[in-house]
């Protein structure tokens, strides 16, 4: 009997590439599922919230006051290999503005403040010991081609170079969440 050489070869490749395959896919598919098969979290008591601030900022000697809201809502359940499965949430300015934009310089280099994360303001930062605000430092994002970095800009750097002094924040305190698999409210909050 007598085997064909480019059969031998070609089945030798399929075998080789498939074992290569399974060393490589096995353990992201086993992550995949073990992550999958974990409960969800349970799902927070109030999923919307609405928290009003204010900032107050010198900049080239002009006091300028921004107002605005800050919109949180729960967004389902997400998974990563890091954390497994987890709340998701989303937030954005009632404003309609992206960011608390302290100066834009140009098209791809922003100073803004941060007003903190929905996590923060929806009590679910149980893997945080603490939370403090940025102030009196800001951000910087800038964009170089697709790639974007945001980056901590101290507040004697940001009156230095930018001549932008933080003067005050004044900001609604997160609320009490709990978590459970109760029926999910709403919740606004106004600032007297």
């Known amino acids: 009997m007598r ?3 480019f059969s031998v070869a070609i089945t030798i490749v399929i075998v080789f590439v498939g074992i290569i395959a399974s060393i490589t ?3 992201w598919f086993a992550l995949f599922l073990g992550i999958s098969l ?3 979290p349970p799902k927070p008591e109030i999923t919307y ?3 009003p601030f204010r900032l107050e900022y010198e900049i080239n000697g002009e006091t300028i006051i921004i107002e605005d809201t800050l919109i949180c809502e729960y967004d389902g359940i997400g998974a990563d290999v890091g954390r497994g499965k987890y709340r998701k949430w989303k937030d954005r300015l009632a404003s309609g503005n992206e960011r608390v934009t ?3 310089l140009n098209d791809t280099i922003e100073i803004y403040y941060s007003p903190g994360s929905a996590k923060y303001y929806m009590d679910d930062l149980a893997d945080y010991v603490e939370f403090n605000h940025e102030f009196p430092n800001a951000s910087i ?3 170089v081609g697709e790639t974007t970095s945001y980056r901590t800009i101290h507040s004697d750097q940001l009156l230095e170079q930018y001549n932008i002094k933080l003067i005050s924040w004044d900001y609604t305190q997160p609320i009490k969440n709990t978590f459970s698999k109760k029926k999910s409210g709403v919740i606004t909050i106004s600032k007297q």
Do not use: A, D
């Open 3 to 5: 085997f064909n050489t």
């Open 25 to 27: 896919i096995s353990p």
């Open 38 to 40: 974990t409960p969800n």
């Open 49 to 51: 919230g609405e928290f």
């Open 102 to 104: 302290l100066l834009k």
């Open 141 to 143: 994002i800038q964009k």
